[in-house]
């Protein structure tokens, strides 16, 4: 069996393709297209069976992540979307909530307030009123929501977004309401709160509707097509898409459901950082993914990664599960820029792929952390992508030179220099945040690099954080991408409860995990996923009253029944990010939630060679640090045999990435081919 996986991101589209029986693995990055994404995703798939030497025919499975819903939202590129709402409440999303959902910019005098998601004059009215326990008070006016329809059909708009009061209680309304615009509008694509997000809060279920109504469409298209051009050069196996919660889907149900693609791309490399964990009992890492755009941090603890049900995207409250990543604007394409009081500055623009850094050669005028880093040597011109892809080394140095190193009154190296350590400070705070400002101590943890640029800044962040150990696992250019292969399938379902814990019983909680159970065992049936052998995993989103969070916890019963073991785990998860408990407090059930896994992705081993000599080096390369340039011999990773060592300073190369390593630091290769490098305390 061949396995592929495809990552669309911002820069390069990133392909590896398993063989489950030998254990060998097919690498290669091909540059994304943005301006159709289909393009790209099909000329990586056509490279990868070139290198291989397979039939498509012979290709059983394809795991897909992509950047591009988040993408859509961030850019304001989405479907042309109309919002149906009650009477009285079209502005909720500018009006959005009292307390500033953006709190880094409270205090900005000169803020301005995000584009609504839905101009004003498509958030559309319609009679109808729920009250808060799901009683109604106003009935649906249905020739009203008609007019509606009318009105919709006559205009460009591509998505209607269906958001009623208090229907995550009774969603009778927005049923009805769907059912009769799905008929009178059949080439729209149209979405109900209760679908999206059944959760209280009408300004979060807003939001997340519509963001989700905005994705339909293009999101449809796109997998309409990406599948009729697979089916087209003779793939007829299974594909599946990553979402946000690091699990597979079908495509069916992601077309449904969009939302869930959010942090598509990002939890792939998530998905393989769990495999990797497991294998190597490695129970608690931080997790740094450094790709073009962005370098994302989130944890691995317990051998399972930290999970979130609400994010804010572009200043947009989201809300789906989704594995807990922290992003900030320092990836290898961020444009650094120097600010009117001549400070370094990095992102959040990116050079994307086109033109891209202006080391490749393809047009780019401004420098980025790529061309910084090929100015000092940590990236070699001649073998970057194996040699595929040949960097300009005079533009990345021209470019230095004018926009950083002159109005900074620094030579070019020491203007790159800054650059680097401005980044690392920027990918340093984030880790901080996760784990820190969270009640962790990043010492405590491995250090778990990937992403083209990720291992080119591991060493240094480590020492910045405190952390002895760094692992960079095989691929980790393309991990993202090997994740698709390795991840199973994970399907989330919820449903509000909002009730004092001491006012449920056993059995009502029984009763609605049950009932959550039968309603996904009945859609995986529908969609036609395969439900023998499917995991359940039981959670609840719990507060303390008054409080405007929650926190998830897992429902396990144990021999006091399930209600107390509940009440224990929210005390022990809150103790820990708040270092404090309430007991004269009721505890609050939120919601419940359940995940339905079922085994999908390959749990093999890469085929590894037979240990032999210690490697010599390939060559030599001068590498800028600590104020001097250096001449450091330079090991190809693919020579270095299981147990063997390499004392540094030395560096690392492999296809997708390279690591530097300075005087003290070992790196070794374990039985996974992880290359594990140990810096000195």
């Known amino acids: 069996m061949k396995r592929i996986g495809l990552d669309v991101g911002g820069t390069f589209t990133d392909v590896v393709m398993v063989d489950d029986e030998e254990g060998r693995i097919w690498s290669t990055k091909v540059p ?11 000329e990586g798939f056509r490279k990868i069976l070139e290198l291989s030497g397979t039939n498509s025919a012979d290709v059983s499975f394809i795991g897909h992540g992509t950047t591009m819903a988040t993408n859509m939202v961030v850019e304001g590129t989405g479907a042309r979307t109309a919002l149906v709402t009650t009477r009285g409440f079209r502005d909720i999303l500018e009006l959005r909530r009292v307390s500033r959902h953006d709190r880094a910019d409270l205090y900005d005098l000169l803020f301005d307030n995000p584009r609504p998601l839905v101009e004003r004059r498509w958030r559309l009215e319609v009679n109808e009123r729920m009250r808060h326990d799901g009683s109604i008070e106003t009935p649906l006016d249905h020739a009203q929501l008609e007019a509606l329809a009318e009105q919709i059909r006559a205009s460009d708009i591509e998505a209607v977004a269906v958001c009623f009061l208090h229907a995550h209680v009774n969603p009778q309304h927005e049923r009805e309401a769907v059912d009769t615009l799905r008929r009178l509008l059949p080439e729209r694509f149209v979405c109900a709160s209760h679908e999206v997000n059944p959760e209280s809060m009408e300004y979060e ?15 449809g298209r796109y997998i309409g097509r990406l599948i009729g051009a697979l089916a087209q050069h003779g793939f007829a196996g299974k594909f599946l898409f990553m979402q946000s919660n690091g699990g597979l889907a079908s495509p069916a149900m992601v077309a449904d459901k969009p939302i869930v693609l959010l942090e598509s791309g990002p939890a792939g490399g998530v998905s393989a950082a769990i495999r990797n964990c497991e294998k190597s009992e490695l129970k608690n890492a ?15 603890r317990d051998s399972r990664p930290e999970l979130r049900n609400k994010s804010l995207l572009h200043t947009y409250t989201v809300r789906s599960p989704s594995i807990d990543i922290d992003s900030v604007g320092a990836g290898g394409g961020s444009i650094v820029w120097i600010d009117a009081g001549g400070g370094v500055r990095i992102g959040p623009e990116s050079a994307g792929a086109d033109p891209g850094p202006a080391c490749y050669g393809r047009g780019g005028t401004a420098p980025t952390v790529t061309d910084c880093n090929l100015v000092l ?11 595929e892809f040949k960097l300009d080394a005079q533009a990345a140095w021209r470019v230095v030179d004018e926009v950083i190193a002159q109005p900074l009154g620094v030579s070019v190296p020491e203007a790159a220099q800054v650059v680097r350590s401005v980044a690392n400070a920027l990918m340093a705070q984030a880790i901080r945040i996760m784990t820190v400002e969270r009640g962790y101590d990043p010492r405590e943890f491995s250090y778990i690099c990937y992403g083209g640029a990720g291992p080119v800044h591991a ?114 998860a809150h103790l820990r990010q708040w270092n404090f408990i309430s007991k004269d407090k009721p505890v ?52 270095i045999p299981v147990g063997a060592t390499i004392v540094g300073p030395a560096v690392i190369e492999e296809h997708s990435s390279c690591a530097v390593l300075k005087a003290s630091h070992v790196a070794r290769v374990d039985p996974d081919l992880n290359l594990v490098i140990e810096l000195a305390a």
């Open 32 to 42: 994304t297209t943005p301006k159709d994404r289909v393009i790209g995703t099909i």
């Open 205 to 219: 279920r807003a939001s997340s509707t519509v963001i989700n109504a905005m994705l339909g469409p293009v999101c």
């Open 286 to 300: 931080i997790l740094g993914d450094m790709g073009g755009t962005t370098f994302d941090v989130s944890l691995i």
């Open 377 to 387: 040597g940590y990236i070699d011109p001649d073998s970057f992508l194996g040699g």
């Open 459 to 572: 060493v240094d962040l480590a020492h910045e954080m405190g952390i002895r150990r760094v692992v960079i696992p095989p691929l980790p250019g393309l991990f993202s991408a090997f994740g698709m292969t390795v991840a199973d399938q994970q399907y989330d379902y919820q449903r509000p409860l909002e009730s004092d814990l001491a006012m449920i019983d056993d059995a009502t909680l029984h009763a609605a995990l049950d009932e959550l159970a039968a309603q996904g065992m009945e859609e995986l049936e529908r969609h036609g996923v395969e439900a023998q052998g499917v995991k359940v995993v039981r959670l609840a989103d719990c507060r303390y009253a008054g409080q405007p969070d929650v926190i998830t916890v897992e429902v396990q019963a144990d021999a006091q029944g399930i209600r107390a073991a509940l009440a224990q785990a929210f005390e022990d």
């Open 588 to 639: 609050v059930v939120a919601n419940v939630r359940l995940q339905l896994v079922t085994t999908t992705g390959w749990r093999g081993s890469v085929a590894s060679a037979d240990g032999g000599a210690l490697p010599q080096p390939v060559r030599t390369r001068e590498v800028y640090f600590d104020g001097h340039a250096r001449t450091l011999p330079v090991f190809a990773r693919t020579q």
